[in-house]
């Protein structure tokens, strides 16, 4: 993994210290509240439901065993004994107080974390594969170009007052396990016809108000370029976005408007100017970065055999570990989506206890997935079982990967002030009623994603089935839409019909599965069923 | 009946206006009529309260009950985690909220 150099942690020591005196004077009434809020905001901390929230970053979803023990100590010790991971690779305290907040901050710096610009309007967290280093198809390790638009964005002077926030992918696989087309610039490793890797860039894609797919600007842009180019991209943003108006000031509204073809135009124009001024990180300098994402050092030699002879060994298995590229080693996901459970929520014991086994098993590393769940990436397969065996005790090793029971949920309005429905509830709610294991591996893949406003933190525009949460009168009621996707084969939900209250959302859900068991082909997955046959029998069955 | 809540500047706990003072418990909370606005804007000065607002709600025998179901889920924490609410042995306290 990357380790921080001395201008990473300085960076990092410093900003700590700048947020303690702001605190310090915000609390002897030297700042109002309108001063401070862009300030802890910047830092991470909200003022949501019940209390200040705390949004860490997770960069790429790449933690180190320490780095988990360190979430699990200051959940302990600051917070209610959890933390939520989000759909955004990064990991949320829910009742942090405003005196403890510089401390965490000291406490996460330690361990070479910290919560900068996981808000406000600046590039945010960027996001990967969570198999990066360890799928057999991938192109190359995303992670050190992660890493590298992680310093690149980090403080970026010109890109901090955006006209709105800003979230950027890297992926090197086909296989898409981040919704790449769906972030604000997604990127792409791949080959092209001359065998030479390169990023494929999309721009303008997101969900919330206005769900769109990301048009290709750049087919193929030589990784040397990469900087220089992705400052291209964001100055014709930061120039003609719009921040007259908040809801059209996201850059896929621009994209739209200027059309991706002069949008495109706008770049490659000031890529000419951009690729002059020697943005781009040396050879040397990108080295040193991807160094510190070396492949650890795999056996050789190890067998690929697993004894399956326990059946919950073997429907865990099955379900829940995945091929990785070194012969003798797999790649472990961890469910945060017990059926009674909250989706993304781990216990301080939970999270200290998948420390123990990364570092036991894992080279001490995790990863943790949009989708809310925990990856340990490489893992000897001879240590399967007694893996399984660990997370099983603490109810960590429900096998639903990707069924309907692994379910996308955000905090929704038991924990955020802009939600306007609950989230979690309904999530508990469907998982309950699909909750035999044997009928949701029969359903197969089907991911239900729930967001509790329109801010869309849930993904459910990219969900082969989407719920949305919405305020009617004063009380909750849940747009149902069929048809998303934000793998490869990105796709945007629509809506099926009006809404439903809560239990009205699980019915109508047990009749769409109906529908889909009735007319599905062999091999078809929900959403290959639905893009088939259309939304009509759908639509009759839950409104006929 | 009108009444006035905020987060705990130092904390961030949810806070009701009982005339004299903030309590975390609705129970306590007053009408504060038309003074609410007046209030907030003194208590937020004096770095009591943050982020101050008046809302609609109606006297029950249980004290009051806030019109919107974000202030009533504010009142007694989340539902999906009633053991980190004020009321955790209370078992009809999911519907006071619904």
Not at chain 1, 147 to 171: C, D, Y
Request: charged share 25%; aromatic share 8%; net charge negative.
């Amino acid at each position: 993994m990357y380790r921080y150099d001395d201008y990473d942690q300085a960076i990092v020591d410093a900003r700590v210290e700048e947020f303690r005196d702001q605190t310090r004077r915000r609390l002897a009434g030297e700042l109002s509240e309108d001063q401070f809020k862009p300030l802890r905001l910047m830092n991470g901390l909200y003022l949501q439901l019940h209390a200040y929230m705390l949004r860490v970053a997770i960069p790429y979803g790449t933690l180190s065993a320490p780095q988990m023990r360190m979430l699990a100590h200051i959940a302990r010790t600051y917070d209610k004994d959890y933390g939520h991971f989000t759909t955004r690779q990064n990991l949320q305290y829910n009742w942090i107080k405003l005196a403890d907040a510089p401390d965490i901050l000291a406490q996460l710096a330690t361990v070479q974390m910290h919560a900068i610009q996981t808000s406000g309007n600046c590039i945010r967290n960027i996001s990967s594969d969570q198999y990066a280093g360890a799928a057999a198809a991938e192109v190359e390790d995303p992670r050190p170009w992660a890493e590298l638009l992680r310093q690149w964005s980090t403080f970026h002077p010109e890109f901090l007052f955006l006209p709105r926030k800003f979230k950027i992918a890297v992926v090197a696989c086909e296989e898409d396990r981040t919704a790449v087309q769906l972030h604000d610039i997604g990127l792409q490793l791949h080959r092209n016809d001359s065998g030479e890797v390169g990023f494929r860039v999309f721009v303008g894609g997101g969900m919330g108000r206005t769900p769109m797919i990301a048009p290709v600007i750049r087919e193929f842009l030589p990784k040397a370029q990469l900087i220089s180019y992705l400052e291209a991209c964001l100055r014709v943003y930061n120039r003609f976005g719009r921040r007259d108006n908040l809801y059209k000031a996201r850059i896929k509204i621009l994209v739209h408007e200027l059309g991706a073809d002069e949008y495109r135009r706008q770049v490659e124009e000031e890529f000419l100017h951009t690729q002059t001024l020697g943005l781009d990180a040396p050879q040397a300098e990108f080295e040193r970065i991807a160094a510190g994402f070396a492949p650890p050092a795999f056996e050789t030699g190890l067998s690929d055999d697993v004894d399956r002879s326990d059946p919950d060994f073997a429907v865990w298995l099955d379900k829940q570990v995945a091929a990785h590229k070194a012969p003798g080693y797999a790649i472990v996901n961890i469910s945060l989506k017990p059926t009674d459970g909250i989706p993304g929520d781990a216990s301080s014991a939970q999270i200290d206890l998948m420390a123990d086994l990364a570092e036991a098993y894992s080279f001490g590393e995790l990863r943790i997935t949009h989708a809310q769940n925990v990856v340990l990436p490489h893992v000897r397969k001879a240590d399967l079982q007694a893996i399984w065996q660990k997370l099983d005790a603490a109810g960590l090793a429900t096998p639903n990967l990707d069924l309907i029971g692994d379910i996308i949920a955000c905090p929704g309005l038991d924990y955020c002030s802009l939600a306007n429905a609950r989230s979690i509830p309904l999530a508990q709610k469907i998982a309950g009623r699909f909750g035999d294991l044997e009928r949701q591996r029969d359903l197969g893949e089907l991911k239900i994603k729930i967001s509790g406003c329109i801010n869309a933190c849930g993904h459910h525009h990219a969900g082969h089935i989407g719920i949305l949460g919405v305020d009617r009168k004063g009380e909750e009621n849940y747009q149902l839409s069929f048809g998303g996707s934000g793998a490869e084969d990105a796709s945007l939900a629509k809506i099926i019909g009006p809404g439903f209250s809560e239990d009205g959302v699980v019915e109508a859900i047990e009749k769409a599965v109906g529908v889909y068991t009735s007319l599905r082909a062999d091999g078809e997955r929900f959403l290959d069923t639905y893009r088939r046959v259309g939304e009509a029998p759908f639509k009759e069955a839950i409104y006929g | 009946m009108k009444i006035l809540t905020g987060n705990d500047l130092v904390t961030g706990d949810v806070t009701w206006w009982t005339g004299d003072g903030w309590s975390r418990h609705i129970e306590h909370a007053v009408d504060v009529d038309s003074q609410g606005e007046a209030i907030a804007a003194a208590e937020e000065a004096a770095r009591r309260v943050n982020g101050p607002y008046v809302i609609q709600a109606t006297m029950t025998e249980a004290g009051p009950r806030p019109a919107h179901i974000k202030d009533r889920i504010r009142a007694v924490g989340p539902t999906v985690r009633p053991d980190l609410g004020l009321k955790p042995a209370d078992p009809t306290i999911g519907d006071w909220v619904i």
